[in-house]
């Protein structure tokens, strides 16, 4: 369901579904058209990135190209699963970019600081999202030289 | 020889009565007839006859004697001559001699005993000397008056002294030169009220006019009498208590002091034994100063507190102070009161402590004002910290809805546009710029309170150089605008930088927004600097406003010009007095509707 190893599936870990649309739009409207899985709490994405849960049986192998991370998720929020991605072996060089609504310091500095490639501000503007999204799609997918998949640090 | 010389019986008989010696001598000085009056100094009359006067004058005297004689054998009568004599006892007596020559070649001489008169005068004088050397060596000033011109007759060196005018030049006078009219009448008045009592007079404080200025005295003056009882002089003794008076009033002050004071002052001996309890001693403690003088001070500290005592004993013996500290002390009614307590060593003339005497100031009422702001402070402190956690969440609760408001309006207008007339795609437009004035205004509101909340970190900054990338950055989104700047160098401050380049960036971004209806846009950001004040400025050629309403300029939402004249949410310079506010600072603004602002500001010392 999730497309073939050549294609670059992003993860998009949100749980507002209107922000989820949004980003989604603005991802096609930017011409990405990479598959997008979404995971709608912190738990979902782990287990999704760890082949369990409910994605029990996937190739825990085969990651996502980007993981798009929202903070402010229910069961386990962005920063935890940050961390979790960061401390495992296999996930430690996945690409990660918090996409949020929050520039409190507070969340820039630890984000950083668990690991995070990127701190991207989710712009109220809808033309600057999209913006926003498409530089990130642009760079994080295309431009950006990525350790090859299954490669371990 | 043989011719008698007072044998007419007459004659021999008043020689004989006579009390003085009388004797007859030939021009050469020697006895013919001597009276009876030789007896009382052991001779026989007829002993000395023939003999030469000489041989019985004291041989100091002899000379002088010799030619006084010469000069009465010549014709020069002698009068009250004083020699001595010599008895026959060996001891001399003073004799006071009359004597003249007579044409029959002869001497006659007559001789009064002046010993007694002599010695007498002599003891008088021993006296005098005595009495004049008490008087002159008397610290005080002693004079003595006329009764009847009360001129001066006497006066000692002190008085001298005092009046700095030479006795000399006062003997004769009286006061009225020396003295203002008004203090002469009333020495005056006092000498003769003195004189007319006809006993002593006090007066315990004059006023005196002197050569070393204006002296206080305090004078006693006695009537002297003759035997008749008739005041003769005014004698006078004045003692100079201007020292004494200034020393009194400084003393009565200090007391005032001590016993008005608020706080508590407390004498006590290196022993503990309470010397003195003023006021507010017995107000704060219960015990009133009977009670307590006399009594160890012990009775005021709680039996855990005893070593604090004999601790600030061995300080002051040391003659060392203890700088008010906090502690609890015992009242009559057993409760402890909170209070501060300053204790200084009470120092003898060489330097020695003799006492320790404490300053106590009831500081109750201050611990409990000051766990109440203590409270007060912890509870900011929680209300801050919810505050925190409500602006994070208003960050990102409220934005996540603005943002689907304006997504999904662009949504609408981009795939269903077509299904919509012109007025419909205009309200969703309006729709999409609400969501994002909100938001901008949801950011401005979470800066200034930020800039209110966050700590001052100082650091020298160069506004110079914040004021330069700031109007960069302006650039950089406008680049189509004509705007000189004009940036003064080397502008350094101490402040935070964050909060700084936040006042900056609103100054300067409302006076890059309020030219922007200029073709030629002028923005200064300089300095102007005193010896009291730096003074920073932001200046623009915009649109100005009226300084009627300058005092809306910095509260929060206030906006002198609507939205669609010029686009913000009135939050900015609020949030740049804040910003000034923290640093200590102020800032204040001038303008003209249509000729530009100023907007001035100092950086006072930070919080």
Redesign the interface.
Known sequence: MLGTETEKVILLVEDNPMDEELTLRALKKSNILNPVVVARDGVAALDYLFARGSHAGRSSSELPQLVLLDLKLPKLDGLEVLKEVRHNELTQLLPVVILTSSVEEDDVARGYSLGANSYVRKPVDFDHFSEAVRQLGLYWLVLNQTVPVGRRA | MSIPLATDTLFRSFFELAPDLMCIMSTDGCFEQVSHAVEAMGYQADDLVSLPLLELVHPDDRAETAARLTDVARGTPLVGYENRWRCKDGSHRWLSWNARSVPTGRIFAVARDVTEAKRAEASLQEANQFLDAIVENIPNMVFVKDAERLAFVRFNRAGEELLGVPRADLFGKNDYDFFPNEEAAFFQKKDRETLNAGQLVEIPEEPIQTARGMRILRTKKVPILDRAGTPRYLLGISEDITEYKAGEEARARLASIVTDSADAIIGRTLEGKITSWNRSAERMFGYSAEEMLSQPVSRLFPERLAKEEQFITEKCRRGERVEPYETVRRCKDGHELEVSVATSPVLDSSGRAIGVSKIVRDITELKRTQRQLLRAKEATEAANRELDAF??SV???L??P???I??????VLEDHGHLLDAQGQKYLGFV?DA??TM?QLIDDMLTLSRVTRSEIQRETIDLSELARKTLECLRHAEPERQVDTIVQQGLVADGDARLLAIALNNLLGNAWKFTSKRSQAQIEFGCTATAAAVTYFVRDNGAGFDMEYVNKLFRVFERLHSVSEFEGTGVGLATVQRVIGRHGGRVWAEGRVDAGATFYFTLGDME
């Not at chain 2, 304006?406 to 949504?411: K, L, P, T, V």
């Open positions: 602006s994070h960050a990102h609760d934005r996540a603005l943002r689907s304006d997504g999904f309006s662009h949504a999409r969501a994002q938001a």
